[in-house]
């Protein structure tokens, strides 16, 4: 009996093992799920964001035109000012004086053509009866035609003392604002002399301020870009919006617009100069300020807007991840290096369809399965002060991928 129950045991222990390998089998694990977005393509607007300097919409210096002594200072500084409005009041008497002694030499000149022109009519008259000669005729007419040509010398001198004496009345050449005296009530003040080529006196500077134009530079290269994006000359966009950022970081209320654009391109530093005016009615704004521009100059069509934690970045360059129609995790590599909004904006490397990983990236491997799950994501559609300029761009994806 008990030899019986030896044998019998290995063969018990054999059908158990074969019982256990029947039943124990690991069912298949699941693909991990990640989150997606479909990518569709869209038009949004092309911005940059830049750095500009604010200048006076004309700027004009008030120099003095004679020398004399400076008797007074008839505006208030900083207060706006009128186109011929008295500024400065320079000493006249010297200048009353030439006038008065041009006015003198004028009219004694007059009486002497009078004289000489009454004298050549009447020997005209006495010529044919004889009573005169030829030569004194002739000579008559000279002296009548010298003493015309001295009237008009005279009354040359005249308005020119009178020119004189109205520019010790200093008036402001443009209306705007008025800016500090540069020179005191008493101070002798000179005008331009040809001899040294030096300019007069300067009394004051008068800016107008409304409008104002910022002065900023594009890269030719972005430059580039942008009118291929208008399909348009950038100089013919009157049109174009060009926001403005105050220096404390404050939005500026009124939008300005391009005006100029270079046809030269710095070779230093390969930037085009542009220029845009902003209306400034609170003056709010004030010549040499920097501020921070944010320019719409187009529209990108056919791009696609990826979430910013969609996209990756190696030695290779940007890239997403998509999930295949098999399942499958497949890498694109993509051009992006500008942003609207809280996205990427992709040029190429995607097709409209791809189902974009923005979740669950670390689960996700290239080349393995993922189930893909649509994410509500947040459109991007913020406004254009949020797109970014390709430096700032470059330099998140950097920060976020080492």
């Known amino acids: 009996m008990k030899a019986a129950l030896r044998a019998l045991l290995p063969s018990l222990g054999l059908i158990a093992l074969v019982g256990c390998g029947r039943g124990g089998a690991p069912a298949p694990a699941a693909p991990p799920q990640v989150g997606t977005v479909t990518a569709e393509q869209q038009t949004v607007p092309l911005t940059r964001d830049l750095v500009g300097r604010l200048s006076a919409y004309f700027s004009a210096n008030v120099v003095a035109r004679v020398s004399g ?27 009353q004086a030439m006038l008065n ?27 044919p009866i004889g009573s005169v000669s030829q030569q004194t005729v002739d000579d008559a007419d000279a002296a009548e035609r010298s003493a015309a040509a001295k009237v008009q010398a005279d009354q040359a001198a005249v308005e020119t003392a009178r020119i004189n004496l109205g520019y010790t ?17 008493g101070a002798l003040v000179g005008n331009a002399t040809s001899d040294t080529g030096s300019g007069g006196t300067l009394l004051t500077t008068v800016e107008q301020v409304d409008p104002l134009y910022v002065n900023f530079t594009i890269s030719a290269a972005d430059l580039v870009t942008l009118r291929q994006a208008q399909n ?3 100089a013919q966009q009157n049109d174009t919006p060009v926001h403005i950022t105050l220096p404390n970081g404050s939005p500026y209320d009124q939008a300005g617009t391009l005006d100029f654009s270079d046809v030269v391109v710095n070779p230093t530093t390969g930037a085009v100069n542009l220029r845009a005016v902003v209306p400034n009615p609170k003056h709010q704004l004030l ?10 100059l187009g529209q990108q069509s056919a791009v696609y807007l990826i979430p910013q934690e969609a996209l990756q970045r190696d030695t290779v360059g940007a890239y997403a991840l998509v999930v295949g129609p098999d399942g499958k995790v ?26 974009v990983i923005v979740s669950g990236l670390q689960v ?10 649509p994410r509500q994501s947040t459109p991007a559609t913020a406004s254009p002060s949020h ?8 330099a998140r994806i950097a920060g976020r991928n080492p």
């Open 232 to 234: 348009v000359e950038l």
């Open 287 to 296: 010549p040499g300020m920097y501020v921070t521009l944010k320019v719409t």
């Open 169 to 185: 009345r200093v008036t402001s050449p443009i209306g705007g604002i008025a800016g500090q005296q540069q020179v005191t009530q």
């Open 69 to 95: 002594v400076l008797l007074k200072r008839v505006y208030k500084e900083g207060d706006e000012v009128k186109q011929g409005q008295l500024l400065f009041e320079i000493d006249p008497a010297y200048y």
């Open 330 to 355: 497949l890498r694109k590599n993509v051009n992006a290096s500008d942003s609207y909004g809280n996205a990427w904006i992709v040029t190429n490397g995607l097709q409209p369809g791809d189902q």
């Open 101 to 127: 002694n041009n006015l003198a030499a004028l009219a004694q000149d007059q009486a002497t053509y009078v004289n000489n022109r009454v004298t050549a009519e009447r020997d005209h008259k006495l010529l």
């Open 387 to 394: 797109a970014s300029n390709p430096a700032a761009a470059g």
């Open 364 to 373: 996700a491997r290239e080349g393995g399965q993922a189930k893909g799950v």
